[in-house]
Structure formats: structure tokens, C-alpha cells
């Protein structure tokens, strides 16, 4: 496994770049998955470009919605993070098809949509910039709905968004709940994420109590973090719960020990499909997901990646979502 070299930052220098950065729910990429299945709660999970997905019918109705540059090519182009993990999104063990549960609701809302479902796959940050220019006609890669991002994109969610604690099994943490739990950690959490946000937002509160400043180190892949974990480099990591209760339950080896919302203390976050503001696109996948939850294939599909606990009981378009930074 390939080790990256930690990046090393002060917070106050964090601080000035993330103001600039939008909140996500992106993580570090997990290696090439393993040849052998996992197995989640007593099922294999499926890690081979053969998918075989759970599939739906076309809603005519909800398919007369999309907008007819959109619908032109009968193509639905939906963009991934390349350096996803499972069980969200990662390659398959042909380390090119993508799949994941963020890939399986997109393939149900195109066929409710009656379109080619045309999975495309960038950086994170090429993501926002694809989105934006209608490169990408929707993206489904656990993206956080905040409020600055809805002065530029149009949501329709799909899944709470959920955040955890992971440190190794011989750890003497036994709970992180707030704030004065991390003082003085050395903590490992993604850039320009909605985590991270938090974690600077508590490390502030800290420096203000007089307790110790916390240091942050970055790495570009999670197999990178749990080789640090696992080495005492770092004593905790800071992200999204699926991939983290997934590594635990495949590999063993650490805990989690505390859950937030990804919004913060204050509100649910939610994860939702992300489209260019005001293109037209984001009323039918909102009756898209709708029609889906109400027909059962979307739990199915969250069942089968063991996520069935982060269900919605429907879809919503543009609700709250993490606050605005206050100006420093």
C-alpha cells in the first residue's frame, strides 16, 4: 500500500483557507478493494464490476420534466469523486467500473427518468466545476447540502449525513462528544470537508477555553489514515460514518467513539443529488428519489450496502443546510 506523506498545518492558517472552501462529505480515497468479498451483517458485499443493480421503470410523467437540453442525448451524466470509498463509491476490484451505493441511486433515478445512466468520474474539487458548467448533469458523491452552496447549486436529497470518531481498538478514548474531548489530539480529518469545518470550529472553542490546540494531519487516502491510526501518528480520525463503520465491520482493528451530524450540533445534515442552480433538473430528480422511496428499490439499494440506518423518509429539495461561517 502506497503511503502518502501527512500534510502538517497550523490552525490559524487552516482557518483563512477553509473560509474559502464549501463544507463536503468527500473522503480520503480507500485503496484498490480487496479481491475476497466483505461480508456486512451476514452478506457479501458485491465488490465486482458485474453489479447486476436493483433497477426501476421509467415514470413517463416525471421523464416530460427534464429539461430538453438535458434529455437530448437520452443521457444521464453523473459525476463521481474518483477518490471515493466504499461503501459510497469506489472502483471495483477491475479498478475502473464505479460502484457503490451513490452510483446504484443514480442508476435508479435515470431509469425513472428514462435516460442512459453515464457514470463519470474526477477529483473532488473538478466535481463543483463540472457541476457548474453542466459538464456533469447531476452528481451523486456524498455531497453535504450547506448554505453556500445553494447560492450556486439546486439539491434534492437522498441521505442523512452522518460523521464519526475512529480511533484504534487499543485507544484509551472512550467517547468523543464535544469540544474539550479532542484537546491537545493529534486528529486526521479531510480537507475542505464539512468535518473539517466542525473540528476547526471545536478547536477554536478550545484555544478560547485555554485548552491545548489540536493538530491536524491530512492525508490523501484513508488507507494512508489507518496506517497512521494504526502506527500512533494519528490518535483519531474525523469522518463519514459509512466508510468508517464499513472499515470497521471488514477489517477490524478500531472503534468508533462518537457520531455527529453532519450540519453540525444544531441540524441533521443531509446528503443529496447536486446539479447546476436554476437548470431545471432538480425538480425531477427530487420525484425521481420520491418515486423510488415510495416503491422500495431505494431501500434495497441501501440495504444492500448496509446504510439502510441513514434512510430519508422522502426527498427534499434545497432544505437547510450548514450554516454559513461567520465572517472572522
Given at each position: 500500500?502506497?503511503t502518502s506523506?501527512?500534510?502538517t498545518?497550523?490552525v490559524?492558517?487552516?482557518?483563512l483557507?477553509?473560509?474559502?472552501?464549501?463544507?463536503?462529505?468527500?473522503?480520503?480515497?480507500?485503496?484498490?478493494?480487496?479481491?475476497?468479498?466483505?461480508?456486512i451483517a451476514?452478506?457479501?458485499?458485491?465488490l465486482?464490476p458485474?453489479?447486476?443493480?436493483?433497477?426501476t421503470?421509467?415514470?413517463?410523467?416525471?421523464a416530460?420534466?427534464?429539461?430538453?437540453?438535458?434529455a437530448a442525448?437520452?443521457?444521464?451524466?453523473v459525476?463521481?469523486?474518483?477518490s471515493g470509498?466504499?461503501?459510497l463509491v469506489s472502483?471495483a476490484?477491475d479498478?475502473t467500473?464505479?460502484i457503490?451505493v451513490?452510483?446504484?441511486?443514480?442508476q435508479l433515478?435515470?431509469d425513472?427518468l428514462g435516460?442512459?445512466?453515464?457514470?463519470?468520474s474526477s477529483?473532488?474539487?473538478?466535481?463543483?466545476?463540472a457541476?457548474?458548467s453542466?459538464?456533469?448533469?447531476?452528481v451523486?458523491?456524498n455531497?453535504t447540502?450547506t448554505?453556500?452552496r445553494?447560492?450556486?447549486?439546486?439539491f434534492?436529497?437522498?441521505?442523512?449525513d452522518q460523521?464519526?470518531?475512529?480511533?484504534?481498538?487499543t485507544s484509551?478514548i472512550k467517547?468523543?462528544?464535544?469540544p474539550a474531548d479532542?484537546?491537545?489530539l493529534?486528529?486526521?480529518?479531510?480537507?475542505?470537508?464539512?468535518?473539517e469545518?466542525?473540528?476547526?470550529?471545536?478547536?477554536k472553542q478550545?484555544?478560547?477555553?485555554?485548552r491545548e490546540?489540536v493538530?491536524?494531519?491530512?492525508?490523501?487516502k484513508?488507507g494512508?489514515v489507518?496506517?497512521?491510526?494504526k502506527?500512533g501518528?494519528?490518535?483519531?480520525?474525523?469522518g463519514?460514518n459509512?466508510?468508517i463503520?464499513?472499515n470497521i465491520a471488514?477489517?477490524?482493528g478500531?472503534?468508533?467513539?462518537?457520531t455527529?451530524?453532519?450540519?453540525?450540533?444544531d441540524l441533521q445534515?443531509l446528503i443529496?443529488a447536486m446539479?447546476r442552480?436554476g437548470?431545471g433538473?432538480?425538480?425531477?430528480?427530487h420525484?425521481a428519489?420520491?418515486?423510488?422511496i415510495?416503491n422500495?428499490?431505494?431501500?434495497?439499494?441501501?440495504e444492500?450496502?448496509?446504510?439502510?440506518?441513514?434512510?430519508?423518509?422522502e426527498?427534499r429539495?434545497?432544505?437547510?443546510g450548514?450554516?454559513?461561517r461567520?465572517?472572522s
Open positions: 500500500m502506497r506523506p501527512a500534510r498545518l497550523t490559524p492558517v487552516l482557518l483557507a477553509v473560509a474559502a472552501l464549501a463544507a463536503c462529505g468527500t473522503e480520503p480515497a480507500l485503496d484498490t478493494p480487496a479481491a475476497s468479498a466483505p461480508v451476514g452478506k457479501k458485499i458485491n465486482s458485474d453489479q447486476n443493480r436493483v433497477r421503470g421509467k415514470v413517463a410523467a416525471i416530460a420534466k427534464v429539461p430538453q437540453e438535458i442525448d437520452g443521457k444521464l451524466t459525476g463521481f469523486s474518483a470509498s466504499p461503501p472502483p476490484t479498478d467500473t464505479l457503490g451513490e452510483t446504484d441511486l443514480a433515478v435515470a425513472v435516460l442512459e445512466f453515464t457514470p463519470q477529483s473532488w474539487e473538478n466535481l463543483f466545476l457541476a457548474k453542466g459538464k456533469y448533469e447531476a451523486f458523491s455531497v447540502v448554505e453556500e445553494k447560492d450556486t447549486y439546486d434534492a436529497t437522498y441521505r442523512i460523521l464519526a470518531w475512529q480511533v484504534p481498538d484509551p467517547a468523543i462528544k464535544g479532542i484537546a491537545g493529534r486528529v486526521s480529518v479531510g480537507s475542505g470537508t464539512n468535518q469545518k466542525i473540528l476547526l470550529d471545536w478547536d478550545n484555544r478560547a477555553a485555554g490546540p493538530e491536524i494531519l491530512y492525508y490523501e484513508y494512508d489507518l496506517l497512521a491510526l502506527s501518528r494519528v490518535q483519531a480520525y474525523f463519514p459509512p466508510n463503520a464499513y471488514v477489517s477490524g478500531s472503534r468508533i467513539v462518537g455527529f451530524s453532519g450540519a453540525g450540533p445534515g443529496a446539479t442552480k437548470n433538473l432538480v425538480q425531477p430528480l420525484e428519489l420520491n418515486t423510488v415510495k422500495g428499490t431505494y431501500r434495497q439499494v441501501l444492500r450496502w448496509g446504510l439502510d440506518s441513514e434512510a430519508i423518509p426527498s429539495i434545497n432544505p437547510p450548514l450554516p454559513r461567520p465572517a
